[in-house]
C-alpha cells in the first residue's frame, strides 16, 4: 500500500518562500513530483523527478521552484521562491511505481497579501 503524507503548505505574502515536503512508502519510485489545481482549474503539472534526477517544470514555475529527491527515505522536495498570487492551489504529491500513479491528499497553498 502506498502512503503519501504532504506537508509545508500555508499562507505566504507575495514574493515569499515554501517548502513543500511529501514522504512517501519506503519503496522505489521512478517518478516523483508535483501536480496543482487552482480553483475552477483542472489540475496541472507542476514540476517531476526521475530516480536519476532529470527534471520536468512547468514554465509558470520554471527558475522560481526547484523540485529534489531523497531516494534513501522516497521523499520529493518543492522548494518554491518569489510566490506570485496566480500559484495559489491545492498542491497535490505525485509518485510512479511501475507504470501506476498515486497522489496525496493535497496540501493548500494560499499567497496573498
Known amino acids: 500500500q502506498v502512503q503519501l503524507v504532504e506537508s509545508g503548505g500555508g499562507l505566504v505574502q507575495p514574493g515569499g518562500s515554501l517548502r513543500l515536503s511529501c514522504a512517501a512508502s519506503?519503496?522505489?519510485?521512478?517518478?516523483m513530483g508535483w501536480y496543482r489545481q487552482a480553483p475552477g482549474k483542472e489540475r496541472d503539472l507542476v514540476a517531476t523527478?526521475?530516480?536519476?534526477?532529470?527534471?520536468n517544470y512547468a514554465d509558470s514555475v520554471r527558475g522560481r521552484f526547484t523540485i529534489s529527491r531523497d531516494n534513501a527515505n522516497s521523499t520529493v522536495y518543492l522548494q518554491m521562491n518569489s510566490l506570485k498570487p496566480e500559484d495559489t492551489a491545492v498542491y497535490y504529491c505525485?509518485?510512479?511505481?511501475?507504470?501506476?500513479?498515486?497522489w496525496g491528499k493535497g496540501t493548500l497553498v494560499t499567497v496573498s497579501s
Open positions: 523527478v526521475t530516480s536519476g534526477g532529470s527534471t
Open positions: 519506503r519503496i522505489f519510485f521512478s517518478i
Open positions: 505525485y509518485v510512479v511505481r511501475w507504470g501506476v500513479d498515486y
